[in-house]
């Protein structure tokens, strides 16, 4: 008795929910609408601490909005491609699909275990043929805009998944999923020309802040990261077309001494002349050993080698040595370089490697970077340098040169961009195939819209080892076709493609569950998006969110969406860590969640989350105790038992106090849940317990109406954090279930302001009055209250008061004469 059986009451109502489709939106215009989305999960194994926390704090802005009377949609799937099926497959001899849909029956599960607010019936699989058929789709409706394409390149290699990287799956040169050391290799690939919509990217930032963490704003403009400066054309001795270099400072041009290419590229193929190709080849192996990051650290050591060749600098009319140098990177501006050893650090230190020429151009400090080996920037005097001699700004200097440089056909002012195209070829099998037939007649043809999905053939086990080449490649059967133009024999592509291409456009698919006509139904998405809030991990602050929205640009571009950015919000959950580390096998510092939930139960693990700090910081588990959590549900739950189950009460004649501190909790846990500072809700609501209690043990009694109206805001607001208890609580009222079918209660105005304060006289230490008084009473007329009490009168005796000791408006304290 007065205990909640939290085993039972989880059975309960999660039976409850589902049957009476609770979680599922009217869809009917009779409410204003929310989207509320959690990123998908991946189904890797049970859901984890991590999982737990990042969906609990979804689920409180999700059941927040619904009891505020928005129709909400809060749907789930999953991000079911991927290589750990693959390799899990290899190793169990089984199908991809076997490990993945079995996890995913046990995420679900958990999932409906944990009392997400969550609606089943959108349910999707990106790895599911009715989904990755619509992805075949999309690709080929940037195909035919010219945003998918093949290049030849150079692309980052894992050796042990032999399979190719983008550059954001390589950290610090390694392979983001296994750890190897990553190399380099030349392959033929499909790339998305993301690059088409980097201003875009960057411009539409704006209607994001506020809205996203700055960090996140911040890191994605990094990644874009838009360089204004100039191409400026150098002759090559012995070439027709001169040599385009990309600089940002076109005003350090008279001090650049040499030439720098790229050595990876195919102007340092072409340029390297017949003396000098042994020596540059035997260069370009060692080179090739390198990775980028390792090539672009300034602690790496400078290596090059000259091409036996010189340029013209254009504005002085010297001849410079042309280099090829690994510091120059072959996809980055134009792969070219001038080198101002004077006042780039990287120019400098390959210079007094090689004993080439610097020279001063700009007096910044008046030190000399060829003495001190540290390379000057930022304004200065310009100085042996033609027509900017006597100009002392870079700005000035940049415009002044970039003008001369175009009006001599020598240059033009440019923006370059670090943000590559997106390579989405894998050689993998557990993936989405490429809708594309390659003919030797007509080339690359796409495959018709009306033969979609190109399903992925039976390949099972060691079939699906990696052999360099992708697995589909030996599926004889399933690869060689025909040409859907000419009816010849072709072959089918045989990458699939990266899985961030299947998570950048789910969430247009939760609108339109099922939809035969097209990757979603336009009118779903105008009444659905964009996205409320979003939730997840700042580990997808670039790549997951940058494509995600490249996708919704295309998307308006193909006039298929109205608004230009598809999340308006975003929320990064801080990690679960414990004893001060990320939870990792080798540390053995895991927490079960399971566990967890077996022994306080989902609410007190959901409640332990929350309460735990601002959502964004990381929380450390071995600080946190699940069991006062516990504890203080019960505490909860036993105001609900202890008010009689009557519900027809007026809660006007309610105690005073209690309801006024009802309703001012009812103004500060709305604010702050709409600030997403949750854990300060959850400390209101404990406040509102306890002064409940007081009430019920005090004067009020458990009868009192002020009682019902407090314990049932406490079911509403503890419902979003600890979904089974509140439910329990409101049955426990006497309320027809669900609590998450309740309205959220309006704050009474005249109930929230502390317009009156009850002032205590005092006289010599000893209480003499107890007097009402406004919050905001000045000293001269509590003093003149006072005087007027009787009990004050007969203390002072006809004594004079000499002097008054205020703390208004609680307390006056007055010294009488002698
Ligand atoms: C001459 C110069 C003088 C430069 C100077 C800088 C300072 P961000 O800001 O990142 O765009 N650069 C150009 N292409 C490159 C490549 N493919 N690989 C490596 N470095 C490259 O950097 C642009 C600057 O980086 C360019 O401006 C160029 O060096 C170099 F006092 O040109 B600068």
Redesign the pocket.
Known sequence: PGQYDKVQAQEKWQAFWEQDETFRPLDDGSHERRYVLDMFPYPSGDLHMGHAEAYAMGDVVSRYWRLRGYDVMHPIGWDSFGLPAENAAIKADSHPADWTYANIETQVRSFKRYGLSLDWSRRLHTSDTDYYRWTQWLFLRFFERGLAYRKDSYVNWCPKDQTVLANEQVVNGHCERCGTEVTKRKLNQWYFKITDYAQQLLDDMSQLEGGWPEHVLAMQRNWI?R?E?AHVNFVVEGREKPVT?????PD?LF??TFMVV?PDSDLAQELVSDEQREAFEAYLTEVKKSTEIER?STEHAKTGVWLGRHAVNPVNGEKVPVWAAD??????????????P???Q??LDFARTYDLPVRTVIDVDGTDPAETGV?T?GDGAYVNSGILDGLTDKASGVARITEQLEADGNGTGTV?F?LRDWLVSRQRFWGCPIPIIHCEVDGEVPVPDDQLPVVLPELRGQELAPKGTSPLASAAEWVNTTCPKCGGPARRDTDTMDTFVDSSWYFFRYCSPGYEGGPFNPEDVARWMPVDQYVGGVEHAILHLLYMRFFTKVLRDMGMVEFDEPMLRLLNQGQVINQGKAMSKSLGNGVDLGKQIDEFGVDAVRLTMIFAGPPEDDIDWADLSPSSSLKFLQRAYRLATDVASDTDVDFAAGNKDLRKATHKAIVEISTLLESGRFNVAVARTMELVNATRKAIDGEAGAADPAVREAAQFIAQSLSLVAPYVAEEMWEALGLPPSVANSEWPVADGSLTVDDTATMVVQIQGKIRAKLEVPADITEEAALELALADDGVQRSLAGREVVKVIARLPKMLSLVPGR
Request: charged letters at 15%; zero cysteines; a neutral charge.
């Open positions: 990261g360089s400066g270099v990309f600089t940002t400072r350090t001090g650049a790229a672009q510091y120059v990177l072959a996809d980055y501006g134009t792969g070219a370089i001038m080198a101002v004077a006042h780039d990287r120019d390379a920037s370059q670090r």
